[in-house]
């Protein structure tokens, strides 16, 4: 089965507001975008503290959209129930931050929710194709994690591209997940390379004319691309 050729705008969170982000999560949602991406970092795996689940749980009511945990933490498994009782409708961990991914997609799965998998610049598309039967999501990092507002790495267009013929085969439908530089300058060699799903932070809170017009210039832009 194909994965699916709509082009979602996903929201990091990180350039928002912290006293405020309720009222952040609601104005994204007005604003037209797919889900939110909460970036989930503990000062281990990535140089950086951000979120835990207590934070995503008290905005959880502020709209309807999904929420998407993007687990930036090292052996994420003892904390993968909390981020689903925080509201998280999907866990995306990293390839290289468990010991045994198969296993932990499988917790996942198992509590109902979709798994994805996220794999940093320098880890290659193999690490996930024995584990592909458990990926509802295929994250690929164009930065490497820890910091907002980083410039694209457009050397990772083989490995987005590979990403979606992986997802294409799988006998499930499985996304593709870009995260990382994503603005009106790189999303198009992104759309282009097979990704459908495009987060993005910065260029979105800090456009011009506003979180609106931003979301519909990233998907006007990625559409008109593939």
Known sequence: MAAIDDISIIPSVLPADFANLGGAIRDLEQAGVDRIQWDVMDGVFVPNLTFGPDVIKATRSYCDIPFEAHLMIEAPDQYLSDYVSAGCNQLII?????????????????????????????????????????????????????????????????????????????????????????????????????????????????????????????????????
């Not at 592909?132 to 295929?138: A, C, K, N, R």
């Not at 410039?151 to 590979?162: C, G, L, N, V």
């Open 94 to 226: 990293h390839a290289e931050s468990t010991k045994h991914l198969h296993r932990s997609l499988g917790r996942v799965k198992s509590l109902g929710v979709k798994a994805g998998v996220a794999l940093n610049p320098a880890t290659p598309i193999e690490m996930i194709e024995n584990v592909i039967d458990l990926v509802d999501m295929i994250l690929v990092m164009t930065v490497n994690p820890g910091f907002g507002g980083q410039a694209y790495i457009s050397t990772m267009a083989k490995k987005i591209t590979s990403a979606r013929e992986l997802a294409q085969a799988a006998d499930h439908l499985v996304e593709v997940e870009v995260d990382g530089g994503i603005s009106s300058s790189t999303v198009v060699h992104a759309a282009r390379a097979g990704a459908r799903a495009l987060v993005a932070g910065s260029s979105l809170f800090r456009h011009p004319e506003g979180l609106k017009s931003a979301v519909s210039e990233l998907r006007a832009l990625a559409l008109a691309s593939i």
